[in-house]
């Protein structure tokens, strides 16, 4: 492995010798357009990696069939980054070498904010998977989102359950890793917003598998909703464990509570009517995501889903923004990809200044291990 | 009182999962003097055999656990046979085999099941029995149960039977052991079976009350061997006292120390080995390498 990031760094140094030679591949006009595929292969992130490649995939394999850019092919390389920053940082100094005009991924926010000012002094438009706050935050005008950040999953979320709802007890339960602790933050804050003060507020660590201690100390405030800030498994786990203490609160969460991993580990009854924000609910949704996941289906062999289904989105808007500058790269694809209002998987794509494109997201209700539509029960 | 004694029913729930495993570990350790790292692994693919034979077969819990226990037994057994032939000779090249084992049981499960693992259903659907406001899920009395009986026979076995008394020869004294007849070789396979057999029990136990996936040995596998250092490693009785220690100390942890739980629980752990390196029943330990 120590050897892969010599050899990269080794190329990434040698090809950046000769100093303003060639860096505006834009000025090409034949032969393919070269995008990067930036996104873990191997290590622990390497399944969201993968789902977030074959969403890329399968949109620049429809546009190269129906005759690509301008008649012009997308050659699309796939590179691993390890889901680790500093191997993502090398890979952006080769890409920007080696005349690459675009970049998709990655999946891992730290990933991506260690690549952008480098993409961003490379004038590399990119669209990645990552959701953290802290990307838009960049404002970085070579830097766009393909999903909403997790402000926006937990502001829709608060604004469903105090607003619509009229909750006014609850409690929050949520881990200490990466993901857990960034949705805590963000919760908490639109509950501060419409002035409601959780009446619970336990910690837990990601490897932690029972809550009998914190559930029970939820329990005695009598909470009308339970917040769950945890991954799939986590999640279904506290669920589980909240129903068997006869805790009555319904569970609210983002995005891993509309998984089936969720709804089976907390058990098809327990998991019934838990409160999922998400801008990609299930594979039924809406008609064209009906499609989508059949196509899918046919290529993959799997089921598609959120990750798969973002990438897709992200793909298919970079090849857009190409149509429009016939393959030329820089800040005039940027601006391309900001300019593009695309009806997508995960809701109406409108790029702002921060480089954020899904400004809300929707509320489900798991039905029968399910998420569906809040306003269709 | 009601959050003392609800994490207590938490705490000794998973404490009894902790000591099957615990269990596991220091059998092995007795007779061979070693510790076998493949263990965590063990307890993750009794957590498939048993879930996939309930699940896909429908065969009754019970029957699916007995099924894991075979499985899981010949595991244990073809391991042994493996280190066979450096035992006595080379120790540490004895406990890399084990690790080694421990990344191809990993490696198998993925090929044979998949990578992302599934939910298993809870065997018992009955609601929690409710003792003024203490709420006991069912199912965790039915691990208690099980892990209760599970000590027993193991004890009977060790205390009552010429096999199991010969196991306990070999574990004080294996060249007398040899002396007197016993085919040191049959008794370390056997502890080895006893040990992956424990292990298929923890697993299917855990299996309903956590998702099962190729990298659930990981976890238990650290909180089991802690239980047994804690409970002082290679006695029966240490196992089952550090197991229940373990699961009470991690549930009183999460409820008083939120985010540093984990933290907590293993800086007394070290703690309480500094002060007793032998752990709470410190046997003098077999080292026979």
Redesign the interface.
């Known amino acids: 492995m120590k050897l892969t990031i010599v050899a990269v760094t080794l190329v990434a140094l040698t090809a950046c010798a000769p100093p303003g030679e060639d860096s505006g591949s834009g000025q090409k006009t034949e032969g393919p357009i070269k995008v990067a595929n930036i996104n873990a292969q191997s290590g622990q992130l390497s399944?969201l990696g993968k789902w977030e490649n074959k969403g890329v995939k399968l949109a620049v394999d429809e546009a190269n069939k129906a005759g690509g850019v301008n008649g012009r092919q997308v050659q699309l390389d796939l590179f691993d980054d390890q889901g680790d920053p500093t191997v993502g940082t090398n890979l952006a100094r080769k890409i920007s070498a080696d005349g690459y005009v675009a970049m998709l991924g990655t999946a891992e926010s730290a990933v991506t904010l260690a690549m952008a000012p480098i993409l961003k002094t490379a004038k590399i438009p990119n669209i990645t998977s990552g959701q953290s706050p802290k990307l838009a935050d960049l404002k970085s005008p070579f830097l766009f989102l393909n999903a909403p950040t997790s402000v926006t999953f937990d502001e829709t979320l608060a604004k469903y359950l105090v607003d619509e709802k009229a909750s006014k007890k609850i409690a929050l339960i949520s881990n200490?890793g990466a993901y857990g602790s960034g949705e805590h933050d963000a919760f908490l804050k639109s509950l501060k917003q419409r002035n409601v003060t959780p009446v619970a507020d336990?910690?837990?660590?990601p490897?932690?598998?029972?809550?009998?201690?914190?559930?029970?100390?939820i329990r005695?405030q009598n909470p009308e909703v339970l917040f769950i800030g945890a991954e799939e498994?986590q999640s279904?786990?506290i669920a589980k464990?909240a129903r068997?203490?006869?805790l009555k609160a319904v569970f609210a969460g983002g995005a891993p509570m509309g998984t089936d991993?969720y709804a089976?580990?907390a058990?098809l009854a327990n998991a019934e009517g838990s409160v999922v924000s998400s801008p990609y609910l299930s594979n039924e949704a809406s008609p064209a995501i009906k499609e989508f996941a059949a196509k899918y289906k046919a290529v993959y062999g799997e089921e598609a889903r959120l990750h798969v289904a973002k990438a897709y989105d992200g793909a298919s808007i970079m090849i857009e923004a190409l149509k429009q500058t016939g393959g030329e790269g820089g800040q005039k694809l940027a601006d391309a990809i900001r300019g593009v209002k695309r009806d997508g998987l995960l809701g109406q794509y409108n790029y702002d200044e921060s480089g954020v494109g899904i400004h809300e997201t929707k509320i489900g209700l798991v039905k029968e291990g399910k998420a569906v539509p809040a306003a269709a029960s | 009182m009601q959050v003392f004694l609800q994490t207590l029913i938490g705490g000794i729930t998973f404490g009894a999962v902790y000591a099957l495993v615990a269990m596991g570990f220091s059998i092995v350790y007795r007779t061979m003097g070693l510790v076998n790292f493949a263990h965590g692994s063990v307890v993750m693919i009794g957590a498939y055999a048993a879930s996939t034979f309930y699940m896909a077969t429908r065969l009754p819990f019970a029957v699916a656990m007995v099924v894991a226990i075979v499985v899981t037994g010949l595991i244990g057994l073809v391991i042994e046979r493996f280190l066979r032939p450096l035992e006595n000779k080379d120790f540490t090249l004895m406990l890399i085999g084990t690790i080694g084992f421990g990344a191809v049981l990993e490696a198998l499960a993925i090929l044979i099941w998949g990578a992302t693992g599934h939910a298993v259903p809870n065997p018992v659907a009955t609601e929690p029995i409710n003792l003024g406001g203490v709420r006991i899920p069912t199912y965790s009395l039915l691990v208690i149960g099980v892990a209760a009986v599970a000590t027993t026979m193991l004890a009977l076995f060790l205390r009552r039977t010429k096999l199991g008394a010969a196991m306990q020869a070999v574990a004080m004294d294996h060249e007398a052991a040899t002396a007197c007849g016993i085919h040191v070789g049959r008794s370390n396979a056997l502890s080895f079976g006893i040990g992956a057999g424990l292990a298929a029990v923890a697993g299917s136990l855990i299996g309903p009350m956590l998702y099962v996936n190729p990298t659930m040995g990981g976890t238990l596998g650290i909180k089991g061997f802690a239980a047994a250092m804690l409970g002082g490693f290679g006695s029966m009785p240490g196992a089952i006292v550090g197991g229940m220690a373990f699961g009470l100390l991690d549930a009183f942890a999460a409820g008083n120390f939120q985010a540093y739980s984990e933290l907590v629980t293993f800086v007394v752990f070290a703690l309480a080995v500094m002060i007793r390196p032998t752990g709470i029943f410190g046997e003098a330990t077999v080292n026979r390498a």
């Open positions: 399944s200490n336990e910690v837990v660590t490897e932690q598998k029972d809550f009998n201690s914190n559930l029970a100390k005695q498994v279904g786990l464990q068997e203490l006869g991993v089976t580990t058990g």
